[in-house]
């Protein structure tokens, strides 16, 4: 039995399905988007873009529609709570390597806006909202999608590939029998959005500031309109407790007191994992994104590191799709699950264990490191190509 129809399926239309099927579109491959709820997220989550990220999405027309709208951000700084700035990164020293040497801050939802428009102007994709597929299979020459729609009426659609890139719960993953192991982060994180304006209010401080402290770190986040706060929280408590305004008022007091209350626009609590999966691919059937590997946000490389997944499957899928054996495929599998573990992972760990280290001695070595690494022009350059995710694509093109 054959499910061939000459289309890419993708399943979840979140940022890294997005940039999927308009890169595949791009290429002149038509897709069908299929995504389970009736308007794509428009809260904040992500908002942290790196600077390949955007030379990536220039090439289909949408980093000028971000940059517009974003902020712009050539620094950015780890802090001590009480001592203030330790080391403060300079992004100008990727001038040369990447025709954005900044980090853009920008709302997640701005990047699904554009991209959404981007296919639904396309002649070749085709968009499915309210539509949750809820089995998939393949044989030698295609793959299908059986899905419902919000009315309960039910839909098959075929393709020659599939490409999962529906999330933290992805069904893709369960569908291809993939582990998913890993850990979950003690603490619970609390993200909380307020328009007052820390860069007024604090001296030195950078628009992206990850904050060490023995007894609580906490992350600084400038956005166009709010400042995001990050702060660790006891999982032990409940949510009401957590996201109580009483509550929330004292954490953010604590951070900065004022002498009237915080206005706090959006607020959220999350539990944080690390969890890569042992497979990225099945036959026909290809991950991405949080359905193949989640990490905590401390770094901005979970969104960031979800689209250089989809623009390195979308590059070897176009081969594929024109002739290159299905085969060759394996190949992204293994460059983007060292990414995974050896980059994003590693480097997410990292931060967190500057920020969280209790030792004193520990975290006067750190802030060591730090210092003479800004201080030190070569290592400083080495380290924002690192932290900007540059260095790790580009050793990449060292695994076959």
Same mark, same amino acid.
């Given at each position: 039995?054959?499910?061939?129809?000459?289309?890419?399926?993708?399943?979840? %239309?979140?940022?890294?399905?997005?940039?999927?099927?308009? $890169? !595949?579109?791009?290429? *002149? @491959?038509?897709? #069908? &988007?299929?995504?389970?709820?009736?308007?794509?997220?428009?809260?904040?989550? %992500?908002?942290?873009?790196?600077?390949?990220?955007?030379? $990536? !999405?220039?090439?289909? *027309? @949408?980093?000028? #529609? &971000?940059?517009?709208?974003?902020?712009?951000?050539?620094?950015?700084?780890?802090?001590?709570?009480?001592?203030?700035?330790?080391?403060? $990164?300079?992004?100008?020293?990727?001038?040369?390597? #990447?025709?954005?040497?900044?980090?853009?801050?920008?709302?997640?939802?701005?990047?699904?806006?554009?991209?959404?428009?981007?296919?639904?102007?396309?002649?070749?994709?085709?968009?499915?909202?309210? #539509?949750?597929?809820?089995?998939?299979?393949?044989?030698?020459?295609?793959?299908?999608?059986?899905?419902?729609?919000?009315?309960?009426?039910?839909?098959?659609?075929?393709?020659?590939?599939?490409?999962?890139?529906?999330?933290?719960?992805?069904?893709?993953?369960?569908?291809?029998?993939?582990?998913?192991?890993?850990?979950?982060?003690?603490?619970?994180?609390?993200?909380?959005?307020?328009?007052?304006?820390?860069?007024?209010?604090?001296?030195?401080?950078?628009?992206?500031?990850?904050?060490?402290?023995?007894?609580?770190?906490?992350?600084?986040?400038?956005?166009?309109?709010?400042?995001?706060?990050?702060?660790?929280?006891?999982?032990?408590?409940?949510?009401?407790?957590?996201?109580?305004?009483?509550?929330?008022?004292?954490?953010?007091?604590?951070?900065?007191?004022?002498?009237?209350?915080?206005?706090?626009?959006?607020?959220?609590?999350?539990?944080?994992?690390?969890?890569?999966?042992?497979?990225?691919?099945?036959?026909?059937?290809?991950?991405?994104?949080?359905?193949?590997?989640?990490?905590?946000?401390?770094?901005?490389?979970?969104?960031?590191?979800?689209?250089?997944?989809?623009?390195?499957?979308?590059?070897?899928?176009?081969?594929?799709?024109?002739?290159?054996?299905?085969?060759?495929?394996?190949?992204?599998?293994?460059?983007?699950?060292?990414?995974?573990?050896?980059?994003?992972?590693?480097?997410?760990?990292?931060?967190?264990?500057?920020?969280?280290?209790?030792?004193?001695?520990?975290?006067?070595?750190?802030?060591?490191?730090?210092?003479?690494?800004?201080?030190?022009?070569?290592?400083?350059?080495?380290?924002?190509?690192?932290?900007?995710?540059?260095?790790?694509?580009?050793?990449?093109?060292?695994?076959?």
């Amino acid at each position: 039995m054959s499910y061939k129809n000459e289309q890419v399926v993708v399943v979840g %239309a979140g940022p890294v399905g997005l940039v999927a099927t308009a $890169f !595949l579109l791009d290429a *002149g @491959i038509p897709v #069908t &988007l299929i995504e389970a709820t009736a308007d794509l997220a428009q809260d904040l989550r %992500a908002s942290t873009f790196h600077p390949p990220t955007l030379d $990536f !999405l220039a090439r289909i *027309g @949408i980093t000028k #529609t &971000l940059v517009d709208q974003g902020l712009v951000c050539h620094e950015w700084q780890f802090r001590d709570r009480t001592e203030g700035v330790v080391a403060t $990164f300079d992004l100008s020293h990727l001038a040369g390597e #990447t025709d954005y040497p900044f980090r853009l801050q920008c709302e997640q939802w701005k990047l699904t806006k554009a991209l959404r428009e981007f296919v639904e102007n396309h002649p070749d994709g085709k968009l499915l909202t309210e #539509t949750r597929a809820t089995e998939i299979g393949q044989d030698e020459n295609g793959i299908w999608v059986r899905a419902t729609h919000a009315d309960e009426s039910e839909v098959e659609v075929n393709g020659r590939f599939l490409i999962g890139t529906d999330g933290a719960h992805s069904i893709i993953r369960r569908a291809i029998g993939a582990n998913f192991d890993g850990i979950t982060i003690p603490e619970i994180f609390l993200s909380l959005s307020t328009h007052f304006k820390y860069h007024e209010a604090m001296p030195d401080l950078a628009n992206i500031a990850y904050v060490s402290d023995p007894s609580e770190w906490l992350v600084l986040l400038r956005t166009p309109s709010l400042w995001r706060v990050l702060l660790p929280t006891n999982p032990d408590d409940s949510e009401d407790f957590i996201m109580d305004p009483e509550n929330v008022e004292a954490r953010l007091q604590a951070v900065l007191p004022t002498d009237r209350p915080y206005e706090v626009v959006h607020k959220t609590a999350y539990r944080v994992h690390e969890r890569v999966v042992d497979k990225y691919l099945d036959g026909r059937i290809f991950l991405a994104g949080d359905a193949a590997h989640l990490n905590n946000p401390l770094g901005g490389m979970g969104m960031n590191g979800g689209i250089h997944d989809a623009v390195n499957l979308v590059e070897k899928l176009v081969k594929v799709w024109h002739g290159e054996p299905l085969e060759s495929m394996e190949r992204y599998q293994r460059q983007r699950r060292k990414v995974a573990l050896e980059t994003v992972q590693a480097q997410a760990l990292r931060n967190r264990a500057i920020l969280n280290a209790t030792d004193p001695k520990q975290r006067a070595d750190y802030y060591d490191d730090l210092r003479a690494t800004v201080g030190d022009p070569l290592r400083h350059k080495e380290f924002v190509m690192r932290s900007s995710m540059i260095t790790s694509l580009r050793e990449l093109e060292t695994v076959e």
